[in-house]
């Protein structure tokens, strides 16, 4: 069965120390790999997409993800966290070929002074 | 440019009511969804189109339906809405697979159904 998790819940950083969020994907063809940012209230944006190529990608707002085919992951990385990237975050993947994707729950990070 | 836009943003609805959620898209995107968002769950879809005058099934479709009679707006319908179907309603858009493909999202319509 195709699924997403995210092992954390939520986080919380101090501001100025790095993050990694975790991304495991279950998906049986190359996929397409995602992470979107939500602020509360908000909608969901785009952070950064991985569809082939050099494994590590970069994104808006300072982050980076990199792809482990071996370990089917997707991880997200930020060197030093500021305050305004409390929000939550989603990963999501989706099917060459294909327009929809599949979520993982999210990760809600906090972000202490 | 406008992006992906909702209407409503806020409704509350009783038991067995109808109401129809419009998302209108001006990037000419041939693909639109709609999502529902529920705490812990993530997003999870319930229709979606692959260009005008088509539709399909996503993974909750029960109690919705959805028309595309143009190409820049997608329509959710409920028939009669139940208590379950709370939630915050998403739609986006993107072009095809293989075609810089990222999906857009709007700011979503919280729905309460009472």
């Known amino acids: 069965a195709q699924s997403v998790t995210q092992p954390d819940i939520h986080i919380t950083v101090s501001e100025g120390a790095s993050l990694e969020l975790r991304c495991n994907y279950s998906y049986g063809a190359t996929p397409y790999l995602f992470w979107y940012v939500q602020s509360p209230g908000q909608g969901l944006q785009l952070l950064l997409k991985?569809?082939?190529?050099?494994?590590l990608v970069q994104g808006i707002k300072g982050f980076e993800a990199e792809f482990k085919r071996s370990q089917s992951s997707f991880n997200l990385r930020k060197p030093s966290v500021h305050w305004s990237d409390a929000a939550e975050y989603f990963c999501a993947v989706g099917r060459l070929g294909e327009g929809k994707l599949i979520f993982g729950q999210g990760t809600e990070l906090s972000v202490k002074p | 440019n406008a992006g992906v836009t909702q209407t409503p943003k806020f409704r509350v609805l009783k038991t067995g009511q109808s109401m129809t959620l419009l998302c209108a898209q001006d990037m000419n995107h041939e693909y639109m969804y709609w999502y529902r968002q529920d705490p812990g769950m993530g997003l999870r879809l319930i229709h979606y189109?692959?260009?005008?005058?088509?539709?399909a099934k996503g993974e909750v479709p029960d109690g919705y339906n959805v028309s595309r009679l143009k190409k820049q707006n997608f329509l959710l319908g409920l028939e009669s809405a139940a208590p379950s179907q709370t939630s915050v309603y998403f739609c986006a858009s993107s072009y095809p697979p293989g075609l810089a493909y990222a999906e857009y999202f709007g700011p979503g319509t919280r729905l309460t159904v009472t």
């Open positions: 189109s692959v260009g005008e005058g088509t539709t």
């Open positions: 991985y569809f082939s190529g050099d494994t």
